[in-house]
């Protein structure tokens, strides 16, 4: 199956800091792409939809200038979450969709802010 | 809104039983169900994908079913192993195909020897 893979995997911050988070299909253009987040004990839970060349939408609650995404390849996708807060700390998903239309999912990048 | 649940929240049995996990979604008109697998601090791993006109689908122990119009599917384990300790997760597309997936808070799944 496809690849994707996510870097860092594991990230720890000061509050007040940004962080980059990058989202790479490995062997297909993933036209576009998702990004979705996880607290503890709870499910995955989509915040955005980001498409090759076209601004992100976000789901209702997540904010937009807080979590930048930009898709500005078939292959790469960041999520920037700027002014990181301990609230912010989750475990973070892409996944990459491309033709045929199957999800293929990174392994996750986990954010700990202090 | 399509919602996903899934029951239990949490098994516990011991090595070589067979078990069922429960999903159900709120709105039967799904374009499929996928049962994903997700070990602690891990990514997704994909078990099953049922299209919406099947009524199961297998892979090895696995056996998932698909009921649309009770708005239900149940992923079997057969003879379950150690191995199979993770969190099980369902979920179904929030449109077509190639969408955004909604997902149940899964199942968490210990087996013990």
């Known amino acids: 199956g496809a690849v994707v893979s996510q870097h860092p995997s594991w990230v720890i911050c000061k509050s007040g800091t940004s962080v980059k988070i990058e989202c790479r299909s490995l062997d297909f253009q993933a036209t576009t792409m998702f990004w979705y987040r996880q607290f503890p004990k709870q499910s995955l839970m989509l915040m955005a939809t980001?498409?090759?060349?076209?601004?992100?939408?976000?789901e209702q609650g997540v904010e937009k200038d807080k979590f930048l995404i930009n898709h500005a390849s078939l292959t790469l996708s960041t999520l920037t979450v700027t002014s990181a807060h301990p609230e912010d700390s989750s475990f973070y998903i892409c996944?990459?969709?491309?033709?045929?239309?199957?999800?293929?999912f990174g392994p996750g990048t986990r954010l700990l802010v202090l | 809104k399509q919602e996903v649940t899934q029951i239990p929240a949490a098994l516990s049995v011991p090595e070589g039983e067979n078990l069922v996990l429960n999903c159900s979604f709120t709105d039967s008109a799904i374009y499929n169900l996928q049962w994903f697998r997700q070990d602690p601090g891990k990514g997704l791993t994909s078990l099953l994908l049922?299209?919406?006109?099947?009524r199961e689908q297998t892979s090895g122990r696995l056996n998932a079913s698909l009921d649309k119009s009770s708005g239900r599917s149940t992923l079997y384990i057969a003879a379950s192993q150690p191995g199979d300790s993770a969190t099980y997760l369902c979920a179904v597309p929030l449109n077509q195909a190639g969408t955004a997936l909604i997902f149940g808070k899964g199942t968490t799944l210990s087996v013990s020897s």
């Open positions: 996944s990459g969709t491309g033709t045929p239309k199957t999800q293929y």
């Open positions: 980001s498409n090759e060349g076209s601004k992100a939408t976000y």
């Open positions: 049922i299209q919406s006109s099947q």
